[in-house]
């Protein structure tokens, strides 16, 4: 068994080993665990033998992306109008996604779709490509047992569809959780336009998984020096479930918000100050829309850690939001190999054992115990 | 048919609110010790409302309080809460709605219509000239216009123009001449154009988001660096400052990452110090924030945003609950803008 001592000293003194060192020392971490799941758990050791490299593997990545041949074939345009010159992403296959999460020690990634997502306008294409998305992830599912999980697509703002798409995830597909944009046509996802999905999801205690997307009137913006079109969106997300009162109103959703370490610090700051909350710059009572304080819906919901930094950590610390953060790589995104990078990154930050411990599968777990 | 009893009573109610009126009057400070500068105070030119009334509604900038403004609306609030100075400016949407000629015409007709109130009340008002930005030509005019025949103390420019970021180099020759004159250039949040459906959303945001792009595109667009003579005032800036500064590596509360990018040559944060920003609407968390900076003492002035806001209510949050030292609190009310504008330290 490791030692915590020794863990912490070395997840605390970056650059005094190199980089190997840091992810052998969550081998050790992961070996250890394992030695006392090995003693009961007879499919840990069934996944292990299938990895490459045997390695222990231990962490969950809750945002990881599938480009389905059939979505780049008909949207490869849309794609590169979101993210110009974003083109790693096309050479996505299912075995790219196993041999990165192998590499890296992820026993578990969550799949769901990225920006623009299946809607691009027209109802019956909405629902088509809805369902082939997510037939496809759950297809990747039974191809690798145990390795992958799945956040459906569904076709908002097409509601109607999108509502047979949820019961036809969770009942038929035993889908994880569902996948949103950040918004639709314009439209945050707060909106009361889409109260009716937000409801059901509710009554499902569903997770959601919201992923940034940029406004369709904002595309022009895009590519300009100092665009930041992709935070905005999150921010205008956050704030309409915030303020629009989805937070107040559907407490047993279970919300990540990807991406979210960069905007939820600024909007319990500014919006829980400047707007009457509880927030720090000393309110006026609660609003109507958070009736027991903007910070009790906002420290409801889960972030990942796809392309974070120390700072949005230290900003979810203060905000007393340390188990509210899980492992997520963005992969295909982020780089030659999101999900080796990713991990680098948070082997070089401040974290104590446990918080690392947590963001890298504990959290991840408490929401989806069928991947312990 | 009301009472006598109700008349009598009515008429008393009219005489307590004369005399209460009377009373802030007299407990107000005298013209020699009004000191604070305000410099986000709003004019509503008649011709310019009526010419503009429905644009001014759409845009969320035509609320009835604001189509009732005149200058006595200004006038008494600055005398009751000492107000030596507020320094005139238009607010969003600007003067341009998509006609150069109507840009020009109502750049003047605000302009000339805030010099003349500047002539009335002596000492009073000053300027920050509209221009009608993105018509370069015509801004160009109106810049000399305003510097050299009217005396302005800046020009007014709002945070984007048909959607562009007003620091897109698109901009760049406006600003090319703003350096030369090494102007105060007074900026002021609108929603862009293709964001403005979204302003009708009960939970919009746009305004804090046009800011963003605004600060982000000036800082990571090389414009600051590029023209380090213009005085840039940020107005609502106080609320986006630390989180550029953050998006872009710099955080308050640790050491820049990276080395020091070509458009901040002296560090992200020193870009962004050189920044001015006011008090209007700010909350206690903005004021930590740009204290963390190293701003407070030196960058940050009083605003009202009148007839949006309020000048007892900007002085009365400044004073009680920003959480700022005395010195904090006299450098916003008027030490920094005395250093800014020389003219009005008398």
Redesign the interface.
Known sequence: MFTSKAFISKTLTPGAESRRDFLAGWGTLAAGALGVALAGASTSRAQSSSSKLMAPRRIIDVHHHIMPPFYIHEHRRDQLKVGPGITQIFEWIPEQAIERMDASGVAASILSISTPGPWFGQKEEGRRLSRQINDYAAKMRETYPGRFGLFAAIPLPDTEGSMKEIEYAFDTLKADGIGLMTSYD???V??REFAPVFDELNRRKAIVFLHRTV?S??M??RG???D?EF??DD??AL??L???GTLARCPDLRLIHAHGD?TLP?VA??IG??GGGE????GRGNPAYAPQGVLHELQKIYVDTAGN???TM?DMRELGMMDQIMFGTDNPYGGSDAVRENLNRLMGFQLTQDELDAIGRGTALKLLPKFA | MLSRRQILGGLTALGAGALLRGDLTAQSPPAQTRRVIDVHHHIVPPQFMAAHRDDMVRGGAGQPYVQAWTPQVTLEQMDAQGVATSILSLSTPGTWFGSVQDGRKMSRIVNEYAAQLGRDHTGRFGLFAAIPVPDIDGTLKEIEYAFDVLKADGVGIMTSYD???T???TFWPVFEELNRRKAVVFMHRTA?T??L??RQ???N?EF??DD??AL???????TLAKFPDVKLIHSHGD?VMA?VA??N?A?I??PQ?GPNPPWAPDGIQAQLRKVYVDSA??????M?ELRALGMLATRVMFGTDVPWGNVKNNLDALRE?MGCSREEIEAVEYKTARQLFPKYNV
Do not use: E, M, Y
Not at chain 2, 216 to 222: I, K, Q, T
């Open positions: 314009s439209l945050p707060g909106s406004a009137c904002c022009n913006l300009l020096p100092g930041k935070i905005i921010l205008r704030n309409s915030l303020t629009g960069k600024w700051h500014h100050a400047g927030g720090r710059g000393g930094s120390q700072d230290d | 959607t562009i970021p620091g897109d180099k862009a293709c964001c459906g979204l959303d009960p939970a945001q804090i988001v963003l792009r982000n595109g000036f800082l990571v667009g090389g609320k989180w953050k998006l590596g955080p509360n640790g990452r609407g700010n909350n206690k968390f903005s930590i609950r």
